[in-house]
């Protein structure tokens, strides 16, 4: 519990010598010891850079997407293919009756361009390229956001632990298993990386047109990706609750979360409305059959559309939740099987870090951050709230589990931020590799 509570920033080695040679004192040392703050690091790199992290991100999602092979798998074959098909038909709503079982009153949009591809006789690589192109995009963001909470490390720790946590987040079981397929996990996810990382880098709540305008175009990516994916609205509620729960005063809050909101409704309105519309039109119910249980169309039936099977049923399941994703039996959070230990792992450190604290308060020892988390706690404390809202709303909905590769991937740079704070730097680094 010392270990957590009693480190306290020191100079480093750089600074001392700074200070005490009196050949470093003039306008070049200034300039070193100003370099070697953690604002200072928070500069932008060059625009070159981030082109090249974002080109290398994408081919490399397109490779690991060639790996893959083929994608043949079942929603594929039910209606990723038929909707787009059909919307064009004009058979999807006036015509076939559930063709493709309840899958038939999806939203057309996110299958449009694959079925566009498909028509056209494109070349597969092409098709792949097009299918691996948000798992590249979110995997850029996901980089930025890394690189900006690890700020307060120096140049080398700071790329050995964004690193580190891109290679946890994205060799995960649900994102490989993803991975350049038609299911549109990615595809949302790349939307929601975007919108995190936006939020990360601005501050939500300040009193500026530059805040108002980034919040809300936070939310409208959000809205968007809700729109073409429900399930992504999971990720609109973890944003908002992160900017609800701010250290900030309430009415500041408030209004960055109602501008948010506001985004997040226009994005709804522009990628599901029209279908919305179709969906009243036909059924009288704008979620044709979700929410039938409010709507009360009478085309189908009151019951609730998603089964209750998958994840928790009892206060111990969900105290082991995480626990449990380990290797869970299938039809658990799953269709098939699989070994994935990082949201277990990310709960251990998460237990562990939140123990030290609560035993620190108790025996009322001084606490104090590790300097690689000085001026970046605002931006972990958003992020840890994002990840533990979408994670709780997620498993009070659906508990399916290849709807979290947003939080599958901010698994990794969560283990190796409570490695850092639990661990002096050497013992931290050993951990980690």
Known sequence: MQTIGARLIAPTPKLLALVSDPAKRGAGGIIARAMDRPAARTVAPPGYVNALVLAACVIG??????????????????????????????????????????QTFHNPLPDLPFYALIAAGASPHVITFWLALPTGIAAYFAVRVAWRLFRDLDFVERIGATAAAIAIGFTGAMGIGQLGSTTNEWLVTAFTMTALWMLVREVPGERSRRSTIIVTTAGLLLGVASGLKLTAATYAVGLCAAILMQRAPLRVNVRAAAWFSGGVAIGLAIAHGPWSYALWTHFDNPLFPYGNRWFR???????????????????????????????????????????????????ALALIAGGGYVLARVQQTP???????????????????????????????????????????????????????????PHATIAIV
């Open 297 to 347: 169309s009478p085309w189908w039936d009151l019951a609730p559309v998603l089964p209750s099977q998958y994840g928790a049923h009892s206060l111990h399941d969900w105290l082991l939740l995480p626990f449990k994703l380990l290797a869970p039996r299938p039809g658990f959070v799953s269709e098939v099987s699989y070994v994935d230990g990082r949201l277990p792992l990310l709960y």
């Open 367 to 425: 606490l104090a951050l590790p300097s690689g988390f000085r001026s970046s706690a605002r931006d972990w404390r958003f992020t840890t709230t994002f990840v533990i809202v979408s994670f709780v709303v997620w498993a009070l909905l659906h508990s399916i589990l290849r709807y979290t590769i947003p939080i599958e991937i901010l698994s990794g740079v969560l283990i190796v931020g409570a490695v850092g704070y639990l661990l002096r730097p």
């Open 61 to 102: 999602a397109f490779v690991a997407a060639l790996s893959r092979r083929q994608d043949a798998n079942w929603d594929l074959q039910n209606y990723h293919f038929y909707d787009p098909w059909a919307w064009f038909a004009g058979r999807s709503l006036d015509w076939d009756i559930a063709a493709a079982q309840l």
